[in-house]
């Protein structure tokens, strides 16, 4: 398998695991009707979250206020988040390119 092949799978399965993640929070109503666009704006925010307290961990390290297992986990998420935002950035690009292709 071609190496672009299974980043992909992988930042699949880890934009996947983030989405259940979201659905596992406490006060989150699996029944109710949740519209995409709240999810997606939930998932930005937990994103934009996420990559905030990695850049905190990160300007504690320098300070040397923080455990540096605890920097390199939030790094790490941070990491991850940010490679997820990328993937998903480039398929709804990718998809538009397509969708502009088609003929009339």
Do not use: C, H, W
Request: aromatic residues 4%; proline residues 3%; neutral net charge.
């Amino acid at each position: 398998m071609p190496v672009d092949k299974i980043s992909d799978s992988v930042l699949a399965a880890q934009a996947y695991r983030q989405g259940a993640k979201a659905l596992e929070k406490p006060g989150f109503d699996k029944t109710a009707d949740v519209s995409f666009k709240d999810f997606l704006s939930n998932s930005v925010q937990d994103a934009t979250q996420t990559l905030r307290a990695g850049e905190r961990a990160s300007a504690q390290a320098v300070t040397g206020k923080a455990e540096l297992a605890d920097v390199v986990q939030a790094v790490s998420s941070a990491e991850i988040t940010l490679q997820t935002i990328v993937a998903i950035r480039d398929r709804l690009i990718g998809a538009y390119q397509d969708i502009m292709r088609m003929p009339i």
